[in-house]
């Protein structure tokens, strides 16, 4: 930022932040001088789409400037914001209570509804080909009810003449008009009442929060009610026998009441069938989205103790990090343009405007994360720089170790004036033992974590073993980006090495 | 007692709940409201809500049925309905409800509350036959959380012949519960004694409060403490022009929902038509809402002085049009800025508004009638204004408003007199009316109604109009009334008398966490007074809530619909 004397628009380069007037100079310009990583000007280069232009050419120059807005205006600061934190207010929940009655009432709804599913299912088993058999049959399996009484249809509220027949529903017996009962055809029948279908009741459906034993019983009810259930039907309606028999070979005539509650199930069955391909999409970005912000996490702090010179992490290890966390962006960067056009060139069923604004906004929101997240990355020094950095940092180290021997020597020097009076005015004091050494902790003294196994140096070969095994756990957390565990167990591995070597020597002159 | 916090407390535990996936939120149009206040649109997208619904939309289509649909709304008969349709033709996959209690209208009479919600809830478990719902809470989150300190409950006119409007009583009392609630506080309650609308909304409060007790079973360390205010006592304020920045865009410009309307200033770009003025997510604005008129032009100023640094560029910056022009020379400056470009456009608004009307000079005046006692000084100037043909109208009546309270039982005063002046220029019925308006909602008169004797009367005359002390800045003498009664609190001496407990019991310690809320409206001046305060008491808590939050505009119409409907005391001798 500092640099940074003239501040200029267009297409520039991130990482030296000058301007190239066009795309194609700009990407030269990455060859030419940045190739040391090409797999960051791989996925550099496809973060420069259009799409990108606007916004890194904002994050990049702001960096330069938009760090002074808060130094001279940084005035402020509520009060507020030092009260001490607080915990979520008052809630209250009125869960159990919802289901409570929802449970009753739907009970009530299923009871009904396993009992048509087994009738249907009685009706489909051995259905007569011939319409006067056929009718027998099914008013064996569903008593009808007796249609003397019934003057008016019960749905419609309309009366019955010559024009407006009665009508018999298959699965309940009741009496209705034409217009108040439809057609479910054999085919359907089947497969409602298939017995995947029938068994998905209790495994699928949202209400599986309650016992599958209740369910069971349930069904039961169905059971004992349907056996219970007078089995010899009243003759009448020859009328309605005749009319139907016209067009029911391939169908049962059932009233909306019992189409609907057929209807529902079919509609809760579908629902868990049904996860669009968006689903998939959006759950593979937000895990990408999360492995980035831990990486980043995780680059960050290593980036700050490079920069400091330090030797805990390995450039190299922060470089191919930096790599990773560029190569998510890139997936998220695909996955949410892929979500942003998805079925939008589908003709005969095209997304309607909610669902393209859901895609939509998911695109935004995933360009945001890249702009926010990933592209406030700030690159690594150069192995030179790292070098230099390093060196700086000893002699930085140098200077206060000096600078504490110093004080120390200062410090002890007063001391021993002090114990000089001291003795002088109290004679019989017995003298302190002086110079006590600086208890220095000397390396293998240090940590490591719990799972590696005490140093036996009794033997060489566990030694060894151990090594190889901590090799392999770098290997493995290397693998994992757990940068952390690499440090640590780095510094395990070479404290066992030179433990190995003190023993090799002491070996070789015994011998 | 952060309120910003504490909702969004509430919004994160809904979105939470419902675990990962991508979600739509359905609200009503007060809790959109209450969100938009809250969040920004990227930080709603971390909480996975990509998209958001009003109940009330009439559009049915076919719906997502990926989707986690999140239903926050206020339990009205009305969103009852709509949730019930929705739930028997659901479209999306899952429901969490999440809503707030104790405001179905009711429960008006009596406060059953667990009845009426138990009601309501059966109502929708019994529509709900596609088992769509997961969850059903009731959060505390009916409140408008303007900033850490300040709440609104969004009613313009609370009052109806200067006694509550039964419906907006029955608001204001969920609003405030809402309010503990979401902060965990069970206050002692005091309240104006002169206000029969604080004293009946204080009743109304301890009523919740002990049939509620459950709820309101916090462990409390502080001592909070509910001040119930009436504005009829300080009827000044808000008829003030205001110079800070928050007060003064209110003023002139109006914010509704952290949102000011510019699509009136001629020649704005499209992106500037509405701007969002919020202190959550603006930086620019959170560092200078408290700052006056002047400081905010050197700020931008400096900014302007530092790119041109960086750019080496060199172009004056001196006035505000030079700010514009800036701005409009170097596109970068707006990019680089962000916000701040935006508060120049809105800076130069102000600033044209303040010339085009000469609001220094209607300031000036008004300060000095607030401020100071001279009688015939101040007559002649508001004279030589209301003949001035550049003061806008509304001005002018504000300026005799003012005198008229001031003076209005002294023996010499003219109110009549510059009734008929304003009526010479021409000014409409309605604005001359306002004169009377005021003087039935908060003149000597009114006052005297109450149980006051004359000497007291005077003393609180001279609260409201002291006198000029170590004030530099002409404009901003004024302090609200709010700020005497608060420090009086704050030092445990305020008066028992004018501010009783409701109740025996009393507090043996003094107070911590002070909850003021004002009837009839409170202002961004007094919000300022109430985070000047928090800033010179660490220890103290105090945080202000109003019916709204006025400026002149609004004031005014309160004032009309308050007093409509009264028979008047005051008469124009001359008519
Ligand atoms: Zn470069
Ligand atoms: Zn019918
Ligand atoms: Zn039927």
């Known amino acids: 930022m500092a640099g940074s004397e003239e501040v200029l628009e267009g297409f520039l380069c991130p990482i030296c932040v000058t301007d190239f007037k066009a795309p194609i100079q700009l990407t030269k310009h990455f060859e030419d001088f940045h190739n040391d990583d090409p797999e960051i000007l791989k996925s550099l280069k496809d973060l420069f789409g259009k799409a990108k232009k606007k916004i890194l050419k904002q994050d990049e120059i702001s960096y330069s400037f938009a760090n002074s807005i808060p130094s001279t205006t940084r005035l402020q600061r509520s009060p507020e914001s030092n009260w001490e934190p607080q915990e979520i207010g008052m809630m209250r929940s009125h869960t159990k209570y919802f289901k409570e009655i929802r449970n009753m009432r739907l009970e009530r709804y299923s009871t009904e509804t396993n009992k048509l599913l087994i009738r249907l299912d009685k009706l489909l088993n051995n259905l007569p080909t011939d319409p006067v058999d056929r009718k027998v049959h099914e008013r064996t399996i569903v008593p009808w009810i007796d249609d003397k009484d019934v003057k008016l249809c019960p749905i419609c509220a309309k009366s019955f003449h010559v024009a407006r027949r009665k009508h018999h529903c298959r699965l309940c017996g009741a009496v209705m008009c034409h217009n108040c009962t439809i057609f479910l055809s054999l085919q359907d029948a089947k497969k409602m009442t298939s017995p995947v279908s029938v068994q998905d009741d209790s495994a699928v459906s949202p209400t599986s929060e309650r016992p599958i034993s209740e369910r069971i019983v349930r069904a039961g009810i169905g059971l004992t009610k349907l056996a219970r259930s007078p089995s010899s039907g009243s003759l009448n309606s020859v009328l309605s026998l005749v009319n139907d028999s016209t067009g029911s070979e391939q169908h049962f005539r059932i009233c909306t009441h019992c189409a609907n509650l057929l209807d529902a199930r079919e509609k809760q069955k579908a629902k868990h069938f049904d996860k669009p391909i968006v689903c998939q999409f959006y759950e593979k970005m937000r895990a990408y989205m999360k492995e980035a912000s831990q990486h980043v996490k995780m680059y960050n702090k290593m980036w700050e103790s490079l920069n400091e010179g330090e030797s805990t992490y390995n450039l190299e ?27 939008t060139r589908c003709v005969e069923n ?28 700030q690159a690594l020094p150069s192995e030179e720089r790292y070098a230099e950095l390093q060196k700086e940092r000893q002699r930085r180290i140098e200077a206060r170790i000096a600078y504490e021997r110093q004080l120390e020597e200062e410090q002890r020097e007063r001391s021993k004036e002090q114990r000089r009076k001291e003795t002088w005015n109290l004679e019989i004091r017995p003298i302190m033992k002086e110079n006590q050494p600086n208890v220095v902790l000397d390396q293998s003294q240090g940590w490591g974590p719990s799972s590696v196994a005490p ?7 566990p030694i060894i073993e151990q090594m190889s095994n901590l090799r392999a756990y770098i290997k493995q957390a290397r693998a994992d980006c757990r940068y952390d565990e690499v440090a640590t167990l780095e510094s395990n591995l070479k404290e066992l090495q030179s433990v190995y070597f003190t023993m090799k020597q002491s070996n070789n002159s015994d011998g | 007692m952060n309120l910003i916090t504490a909702l969004k407390f509430y919004i994160t535990r809904m979105t939470e709940e419902s675990g990962p996936g991508m979600k739509v939120l359905l609200m009503d149009k007060q809790t959109t409201s209450i969100v938009s206040l809250l969040y920004s649109q990227s930080e709603i997208f971390l909480k996975e809500v990509y998209l958001f619904e009003r109940i009330d939309a009439n559009v049915r289509n076919e719906g997502l049925k990926h989707l986690k649909c999140i239903v926050f709304i206020r339990p009205t008969k009305e969103n009852i309905e709509y949730l019930c349709n929705e739930l028997r033709y659901p479209k999306y996959g899952t429901y969490y409800i999440c809503k707030y209690y104790f405001n179905n209208f009711q429960t008006l009479r009596n406060f059953k509350i667990n009845i009426i919600a138990k009601a309501d809830i059966k109502l929708l478990a019994e529509s709900d036959e596609q088992e769509v719902v997961r969850e059903v809470h009731e959060y505390y989150a009916d409140y408008l959380a303007i900033s850490p300190h300040l709440f609104s409950l969004g009613i313009n006119t609370c009052s109806q012949g200067l006694l509550w409007n039964p419906v907006h009583l029955h608001r204001t009392v969920s609003g405030l519960i809402s309010v503990l609630l979401s902060i965990k506080k069970c206050p002692y309650i005091r309240y104006q004694n002169s206000s029969e609308m604080a004293k009946r909304l204080a009743e109304k409060i301890r009523e919740v409060l002990s049939k509620e007790s459950n709820s309101f079973e916090f462990k409390q360390d502080s001592c909070p403490i509910l001040l119930i205010v009436d504005r009829r006592d300080d009827p000044v304020t808000p008829l003030l022009n205001q110079w800070t920045y928050q007060a003064m865009v209110h003023e002139l410009l109006t914010i509704n929902n952290n949102r000011v309307n510019l699509s009136h200033v001629k020649g704005i770009s499209k992106e500037l038509r509405e701007v969002v003025l919020s202190a959550e997510h603006d930086e620019f604005y959170a560092n200078n809402l408290y700052l006056n008129f002047g400081e905010i032009g050197q700020t931008i100023k400096e900014l302007m002085d530092e790119f041109q640094k960086k750019a080496k560029k060199h172009q004056k910056v001196e006035s505000i049009a030079d700010m514009k022009n800036f701005v409009e020379t170097y596109p970068l400056f707006k990019k680089l800025s962000g916000t701040v470009s935006k508060h120049v456009t809105v800076v130069g608004e102000l600033s044209s508004l303040v010339e085009k009307h000469h609001l220094l000079q209607v300031s000036e005046l008004e300060q ?10 101040q007559l002649q100037k508001i004279k030589e204004l209301i003949n001035n043909q550049q003061i806008r109208e509304i001005d002018a009546v504000r300026l005799v408003m003012l005198y008229a309270l001031h003076y209005e039982k002294y023996a010499n005063n003219d109110i009549n007199g510059l009734l008929n002046l304003l009526k010479n220029r021409g000014v409409s019925d309605k604005y001359v009316k306002l004169v009377y308006n005021i003087l039935e909602y908060s003149g000597i008169n009114a006052r005297q109604s109450n149980l006051f004797d004359r000497e007291a009367v005077a003393k609180i005359t001279k609260k409201l109009f002291k006198g000029l002390s170590g004030v530099d800045n002409i404009y901003t003498q004024h302090t609200p009334l709010l700020n005497e009664t608060l420090e009086d609190l704050i030092k445990g001496k305020l008066s028992l008398q004018t501010f009783p407990y409701l109740g025996s019991t009393m507090m043996s310690k003094k107070p911590q966490d002070i909850i003021v809320f004002m009837i009839g409206g409170t202002t961004y001046e007094e919000s300022l007074t109430v985070h000047n305060l928090n800033k010179q008491n660490p220890g103290i808590k105090i945080i202000l809530g109003g019916t709204t939050i006025h400026n002149s505009a609004s004031f005014l119409e309160e004032i009309q619909h308050a007093t409509s409907g009264i028979l008047t005391k005051y008469k124009n001798n001359n008519n």
Not at chain 1, 455 to 461: A, F, Q, V
């Open chain 1, 317 to 343: 290890d922060a470089q191919a990090l930096r790599i990773k966390i560029a190569k998510l962006g890139e997936n998220i960067d695909l996955i949410s343009k892929r979500i942003s056009v998805l079925g």
């Open chain 1, 350 to 377: 095209p997304p309607q405007d909610q669902e393209l604004r859901l895609h939509h906004m998911v695109r935004v929101s995933a360009m945001i994360f890249l702009k926010e997240e990933l592209l406030s990355v």
């Open chain 1, 455 to 461: 140093i036996m140096p009794s033997s060489m070969d």
């Open chain 2, 368 to 377: 000095e009638l607030s401020c100071q006692s001279d009688h015939s000084m």
